[in-house]
């Protein structure tokens, strides 16, 4: 880092000058061109053309929460991309999913891990979940002016709370506000078909097998009425990302768990196209 | 106005020199030791929240003796040089020789500049590798020199004599159980030629584990853990250590 050791190679005074343990803040300080938030957009007319990630589903279950996202980027009517991951760990008990401009969002995600990680090797202990999902909330704000030309980024949050020994779901909106889901959430342009889906598959006493087996649903569901969200992929082999977090950790189920899941769906949904039904009274 | 006295460039530099090495001296030493499955930091340290060792990047540890309020100003230092870097490049061209050079510049400049006061202080910064070859481990003294070590290396007040002793009996290859017996050993001797007692509750032990399957390497090993590892060190030498006195 020739730039910031300067002339003399000696770390400069920035980076002993005691302060925060937020690497933001530190960034912010001392190099603010390289947060995303401080960066000004030129004017411009009509709508700016760039990957747009789909949708994203959570669902909690006792001893933890599942998060999964579909793979599709499109652009326009135009598929950008096939096999995108847009669901993260953020830390050991947390895990981010992404909806929105893609290349906004894979850099907030990175600033956020970053975030995530710097404090806890400061401090040495770990931001409570609600400071995590706080953290998050400031960083949406501060893209408000890109999401206001259409480059919006808007995340969904889930972690593992190791305070209260349960997984929780946190949602937001462009403007950073966030708000607490129970049970299951989703965000995206197919999330209001995903969640029609989750809610009425959805019950608080699922384990963790079905509580997987629920997101590929509800996203096999989004695919199925919305253009922009891709279904599991057989012929390509790509199946949804889907992440399980207990007070284990973060676990990413491997490419094998999830096209065992999503086939055995496809398999069901030959003979019932519109997935299992739900009960009238 | 009264002229000021005299002083010698050498004797000036021999006298900054003279009082960061009474500083460092004051405190514990530490150790820090390569094993078969990567590189074990223990120093003694009754305090369970200041520590002496911790993580700055996925590979990378930093262990320092002397004065905390410096010390811990360079590792946070570190850690944000490190992260801005990684932020900056990627995760991979973040290395325990850059950030080395660094703090080695840092000491330098301060150590040399007549307006600040030299640090008391003595880094070590490890990088454990894919195998034990690819494994570094550097000290920097408070003078801003860097010294590529191999092996074993101690830093703070009795760090010569406890350095000889590891030097002597550090072997390639050797067990997490095996190394932690060595270095506790060599921790306790003291400076007289005598020996005590150091309690498990007063030992910092850290690792930087390559079988590790998460991308950071670094942890902490205490309560049960540490009780395990030093009982299993203690009974498999045991029995050496008689071998060795039938062989005296």
Redesign the interface.
């Known amino acids: 880092?020739e730039a910031?050791?300067r002339s003399?190679?000696?770390?400069p005074a920035a980076?002993?000058t005691?302060g925060s343990s937020s690497?933001m803040d530190?960034?912010s300080q001392?190099?603010p061109e390289?947060l995303p938030g401080k960066r000004q957009l030129p004017p411009v007319q009509g709508v700016i053309e760039a990957p747009h990630g789909t949708t994203i589903v959570a669902v909690t279950f006792p001893g933890g929460v599942v998060l999964a996202g579909d793979r599709r980027a499109t652009m326009g009517n135009m598929i950008a991309q096939r096999d995108i991951e847009k669901v993260f760990p953020a830390d050991e008990y947390s895990a981010v999913g992404i909806a929105g401009t893609a290349g906004l969002a894979v850099e907030m995600v990175?600033?956020f891990q970053?975030e995530l990680?710097?404090f806890e090797?400061?401090e040495?202990t770990t931001l409570s979940l609600e400071g995590k999902a706080n953290r998050l909330s400031t960083m949406i704000r501060s893209n408000l002016a890109m999401a206001m030309q259409g480059l919006a980024v808007v995340p969904l949050f889930a972690g593992f709370d190791v305070d209260r020994d349960k997984g929780r779901i946190f949602s937001y909106d462009v403007t950073g506000g966030r708000s607490e889901e129970h049970g299951y959430a989703s965000t995206g342009s197919g999330s209001i078909f995903a969640r029609g889906a989750m809610k009425k598959l959805y019950r608080d006493d699922l384990t963790e097998e079905q509580a997987t087996t629920l997101v590929i649903q509800a996203l096999y569901d989004a695919a199925d009425d919305d253009s922009a969200t891709g279904g599991p992929d057989v012929a390509r082999r790509i199946y949804p990302i889907v992440t399980v977090i207990t007070e284990d950790g973060f676990r990413r189920l491997t490419d094998d768990e999830s096209s065992d899941i999503a086939r055995a769906i496809l398999e069901r949904r030959l003979e019932q196209p519109d997935g299992p039904r739900a009960a009238l009274l | 106005m009264s002229t000021p006295f005299y002083v010698s460039p050498q004797q000036a530099m021999a006298d900054r020199a003279e009082y960061a090495r009474k500083g460092i001296a004051r405190g514990r030493s530490l150790v820090v030791l390569q094993y078969a499955d990567g590189i074990v930091f223990v120093g003694e340290n009754p305090s369970r929240a200041l520590h002496k060792f911790s993580e700055i990047y996925d590979r990378i540890g930093f262990a320092a003796a002397g004065k905390y309020n410096e010390y811990e100003n360079l590792r946070i230092g570190g850690v944000r040089y490190a992260d801005l870097r990684g932020y900056t490049y990627d995760r991979d061209d973040v290395t325990a020789r850059g950030l080395a050079n660094v703090y080695a510049q840092t000491l330098g400049t301060i150590f040399s500049s007549a307006a600040e006061k030299p640090y008391e202080v003595e880094l070590v910064v490890a990088e454990v590798g894919e195998t034990p070859e690819g494994d570094q481990i550097y000290r920097l003294p408070h003078d801003g020199s860097i010294v590529d070590e191999h092996g074993s290396v101690a830093v703070g007040g009795n760090a010569e004599q406890i350095s000889s002793y590891l030097d002597q009996r550090h072997q390639d290859g050797m067990s997490l159980a095996e190394a932690l017996k060595l270095a506790v050993q060599s921790l306790s001797r003291e400076p007289n030629g005598g020996e005590r007692e150091i309690p498990a509750e007063r030992l910092e032990v850290a690792v930087l584990d390559r079988t590790r399957p998460q991308q950071r390497k670094f942890r902490r090993i205490v309560g049960r853990q540490l009780d395990r590892l030093l009982e299993e060190g203690g009974a498999e030498t045991a029995t050496e250590a008689e071998d060795a006195e039938d062989e005296e």
Do not use: Y
């Open positions: 880092m910031n050791t003399t190679g000696r770390l980076f002993l005691p690497f530190f960034l001392h190099q390289m990175k600033l970053l990680e710097h090797k400061v040495g």
